[in-house]
């Protein structure tokens, strides 16, 4: 893994931020934008019923008079015809605003290839539970996973069973961690999983889950193999401190000849 994660995490904060403060700006003026339209309408239309009130109550004909009345109601109904469209024009663009902040939202936090998050929310997250760590006292564990010769898969299969391979594997480390817990690709074949108040047995737990992925491709059988390291957060260290030490014991595990390897069959 590459230890730019506070540059990383220090640069996504910033630009959510910049994303959430343009969308309340457009919001606010906005909301003055089609108030004022809304209230301008409205006097528009007192503005009219006022002024035509004395001609209404003169002594016309009948036909004149006839005129007179449906032409104010009439330009009165178009004035309140163009207050609902644009009542209903401004709900439209709130469901197109919300969209696009969902849409948004997915770019900036979600895998394209897994749909796991991806390294920049992992990275914020990470943050949090440090400080979470910090303030309460509590245990943190963060684990690396590294999928073993996956660059022999997408040179062999192909890189579109390369990422059904990601996609799979990300799904089952999903599920295989606690609600409480966090998992995300880090990137290439990495994944990287944040582990708040967990201990030893649950920490195997997880690896345990990851095991007998059994899911064929078209071709053949695929024994999928991964390396994995895990550490405790130490007070006062860090976050890049703590993710070297991780990396470092995911890579001794992975040259270790009694390494940490564990296989699964994944088909498709």
């Known amino acids: 893994m590459d230890i730019n994660e506070s540059v990383v995490s220090k640069d996504s904060t910033v630009a959510n931020e910049q994303i959430v403060a ?153 599920r295989a961690t606690r609600g409480s817990d966090v998992a995300a690709r880090y990137g290439g074949d990495e994944f990287l999983a944040v582990l708040p108040d967990c201990n030893s047995e649950q920490i195997w737990n997880v690896l345990n889950r990851l095991n007998g992925i059994l899911v064929k491709t078209a071709q053949s059988k695929i024994d999928i193999r991964y390396s994995a390291g895990w550490t405790d957060y130490v007070p006062g260290e860090s976050l890049s401190d703590l993710l070297k030490r991780a990396d470092d014991i995911l890579y001794a595990n992975k040259r270790s000849p009694s390494q940490l390897h564990i296989s699964s069959i994944v088909t498709e």
């Open 22 to 174: 343009n969308m309340s700006q457009i919001d606010r003026r906005e909301w003055w934008l089609w108030s004022s339209a809304i209230s301008v309408m409205i006097l528009l239309a007192v503005g009219i019923v006022s002024f035509a009130s004395p001609v209404l109550l003169s002594d016309l004909d009948n036909f004149h008079a006839f005129f007179i009345n449906h032409a104010v109601w009439g330009l009165f109904g178009i004035v309140l015809l163009f207050n609902g469209y644009i009542v209903y024009e401004q709900i439209q663009i709130n469901r197109i605003r919300q969209e696009y902040a969902d849409n948004l939202y997915q770019m900036a936090v979600l895998d394209p290839v897994t749909n796991m998050f991806n390294r920049r929310y992992i990275m914020q997250r990470l943050e949090q539970e440090i400080a979470r760590s910090q303030r309460y006292g509590g245990p943190l564990t963060v684990m690396a996973i590294d999928l073993d010769c996956f660059k022999q898969i997408n040179d062999e299969y192909g890189h579109a069973v390369g990422d059904y391979i990601l996609k799979i594997f990300g799904e089952q480390l999903k």
